[in-house]
C-alpha cells in the first residue's frame, strides 16, 4: 500500500464516521409533558393537543403552549 492509498483509505473511514455521528449522534430530549398544558396551533386555535411534540393536523405547525387555556 502506498502512502495516497493510506489517505484515502483513513479519509473514508472518517467520512463513514462522521456520517454515523450526524445522523445517529446526540438527539435532542423530546419536550416534557406539563400536566394540564394545552397546546394549540397559531393560526387554527381550534386544532389543540395536550401533546408537546404533536403537529397541527391542517398546516402541519408544531402546536405552541396555551397559556389562555391553562388560566
Known amino acids: 500500500m502506498d502512502i ?14 462522521l456520517t ?4 445517529f449522534g446526540g ?9 394540564g398544558a394545552l397546546y394549540a396551533c ?3 386555535p381550534w386544532i389543540t ?3 408537546p411534540a404533536a403537529d397541527c393536523s391542517i398546516c402541519g405547525m ?3 403552549r396555551s ?4 388560566s
Open 4 to 17: 495516497s492509498q493510506i489517505i484515502v483509505s483513513i479519509t473514508g473511514v472518517a467520512l463513514i464516521g
Open 42 to 44: 397559531p393560526m387554527h
Open 20 to 23: 454515523l455521528w450526524f445522523f
Open 49 to 51: 393537543s395536550n401533546d
Open 27 to 35: 438527539r435532542a430530549k423530546p419536550p416534557q409533558k406539563v400536566a
Open 67 to 70: 397559556e389562555v387555556a391553562n
Open 62 to 64: 408544531k402546536l405552541v
